[in-house]
């Protein structure tokens, strides 16, 4: 009787969060996802083939899920794969040697490629894609579903291709929505900085990025809910922390240290102190023993796998012998990096070489960071908290420093002055987390300036469009 009775709690509550967030979402957010989303479908389909950025690689391991191999196989040479469809494998060959050859790809050429393949035999092949394949499943969720969808209906190796972009795109999408229904504070900002060209661009091909970010932020959303929710409401939110601890261990080993946001949990939300330090400790070492777990079965050492010089050992031993030498190489990346992030995060696209890798933008990226500023405050802010503020600070801070700790230690090779690897996209969880503090520190603020947000908001949807206008300008050139 008592587990169906949990049961039956769970379900309530899981029942009752998918209400909440139906009704917590605005009209605003909702047009202005709606417009995304037709955004996001044209890039879809314009975008070349396999040339996002790490495409390739990510594709694999969504294929490899949607075969259902949901763990890597390991082979020798710390190299981690599994055998792969060889009909879609000789399709996405066909793009992968033009890019190689830097030449653009012809759609009537793949076209008759994919329909040439309809009735081949569906052989498997043995693939090495070390840098994804060492992934968990839950990245690849819903490219992975929307490709098992699209078998099931007998698509061809085209549409299942397509298919899984337009699940990550989706999926990209619902997650963004859950965040902005949880979120008590800085929805608009969060909305506008989740949704940048290069947002969407990754969430238009296969990356692990969008639910990785949305994941994240979606566990520190329903921390903060529950600080500002009433005594009796937040029993379900502490139900959903303890439920997203582990997954956000899962996504990368960084984000586990995401699971200290678990503190703003009111200390009166539970009987006793003790109580409330057992929370804490749960949340915190579910988060920490999955992401330990996994990595260490799967471990990620990019500078082995892209032969980037790095040497993970002689770069920690060097970090201790030199601790003001690290010191200043962190310092150095923090001041370069500072000028050059947001372009990075703003107008990159694709990761293959040149031209199939190009950054835009760069005015109306300026732009756009004045907008994000003005729509954070125009929206509400029904609560008022410095601790709280603080707290989402110092772990923006903290992640963007493991960040480089991580690019220090397994991409960069010794004697650099700064750290290499990095991208603007790896701070956006970083600049959510910081706006959000920010936010936290300035006087409650009840009304929504609506004629103001929605002009602001549709300002920057333009912004974005004219980005995203442009670079499919650009990949018409390449996939025509």
Not at 237 to 265: D, E, H, N, Q, Y
Not at 289 to 294: D, F, I, L, Q
Request: glycine share 8%; net charge positive.
């Amino acid at each position: 009787m008592c587990p169906n009775k949990e049961i039956s709690t769970d379900m309530k509550s899981v029942s009752s969060f998918f209400a909440f967030c139906k009704t917590n979402l605005r009209l605003l957010e909702l047009a202005y996802l709606l417009s995304i989303a037709v955004i996001g479908v044209f890039l879809v389909y314009r975008v070349t083939p396999v040339s996002g950025v790490d495409e390739e690689f990510h594709f694999y391991r969504a294929q490899q899920i949607a075969q259902g191999n949901l763990l890597a196989q390991r082979y020798s040479g710390h190299m981690f794969g599994g055998g792969l469809d060889t009909s879609m494998l000789t399709w996405v060959r066909y793009f992968n040697a033009n890019r190689d050859q830097h030449k653009p790809s012809d759609s009537n050429v793949a076209a008759q490629i994919a329909k040439d393949l309809e009735n081949s035999k569906r052989d498997r092949e043995v693939v090495h894609f070390p840098s994804t394949a060492s992934y968990s499943p839950l990245m690849y969720i819903p490219s992975a579903t929307a490709m098992i969808i699209a078998n099931a209906g007998h698509g061809g190796v085209d549409t299942r291709y397509y298919a899984g972009r337009l699940g990550n795109l989706f999926g990209y999408i619902g997650m963004l929505a859950l965040v902005l229904a949880v979120l008590p504070v800085g929805r608009l900002a969060v909305l506008a900085l989740m949704t940048t060209p290069t947002s969407l661009h990754l969430a238009t091909t296969y990356s692990a990025d969008p639910v990785t970010n949305l994941g994240s932020m979606l566990f520190l959303a329903c921390c903060l809910r529950a600080r500002m929710a009433p005594p009796e409401d937040r029993k379900i939110w502490i139900r959903l922390i303890i439920a997203l601890a582990a997954p956000l261990g899962l996504f990368k080993l960084t984000c586990s240290f995401l699971s200290l946001g678990c503190f703003l949990v009111p200390t009166n939300s539970f009987p006793t102190q003790r109580k409330y330090i057992q929370f804490c400790m749960t949340v915190v070492g579910l988060s920490l023993v999955s992401a330990v777990v996994w990595n260490g079965i799967y471990p990620f050492t990019p500078a082995h796998y892209w032969n980037t010089g790095g040497d993970p050992k002689v770069q920690i031993l060097t970090m201790l012998k030199h601790p003001w030498s690290f010191v200043r190489e962190i310092a150095e990346t923090y001041r370069v990096g500072s000028h050059w992030w947001w372009e990075d995060a703003w107008g990159r696209f694709g990761g293959g070489p040149v031209p199939l890798f190009f950054k835009i933008g760069e005015g109306t990226g300026y732009l756009a960071i004045a907008l994000i500023v003005l729509l954070a405050l125009a929206d509400k802010r029904p609560i008022a908290s410095p601790r709280s503020g603080a707290i989402l600070i110092a772990l923006g801070a903290l992640y963007s420093l493991l960040t480089l700790l991580a690019f220090y230690v397994g991409f960069s090779h010794l004697g650099e002055d700064t750290v290499s690897g990095l991208q603007g996209r790896y701070f956006y969880i970083s600049c959510a987390a910081i706006l959000s503090g920010v936010l936290l520190f300035l006087p409650r603020q009840n009304k929504t300036y609506q004629t103001v947000c929605a002009g602001l908001l549709g300002a920057y949807f333009v912004c974005v469009a004219h980005v995203c206008i442009e670079a499919t300008g650009i990949y018409a050139r390449l996939w025509n």
